[in-house]
């Protein structure tokens, strides 16, 4: 079951198309990411009462190392939902 952008669970596919352009393409979710820097922006946007928006760290196949970590959800969208 797919879900709408920003709430991604481990093993989804996804669309990486944020500011390192030559890493654009497709990833599987790894994880979220729980590096102090992301643990802080998900508590400061708590305490402005953001909805909470996990980093994610990305591999490049489901079991396969991380390749890319802290990407925003803004920063990803399901392979089916980008354009070619």
Do not use: K, N
């Not at 944020?18 to 979220?32: K, N, Q, R």
């Not at 196949?61 to 392979?79: C, D, I, K, N, Q």
Request: include cysteine.
């Amino acid at each position: 079951m797919m879900r709408a952008p920003g709430t991604y669970t481990s093993g989804t596919r996804v669309r990486y198309h944020g500011s390192l352009t030559h890493e654009h393409g497709e990833y599987v979710i790894a994880d979220i990411c729980e590096c102090p820097e992301c643990d802080a922006a998900d508590a400061d946007a708590a305490f402005y009462r953001i909805p909470r928006q996990p980093r994610y760290v990305l591999a490049a196949a489901p079991g396969a190392a991380a390749y890319l970590e802290h990407v925003r959800p803004a920063s990803l969208t399901p392979p089916e939902w980008s354009s070619p």
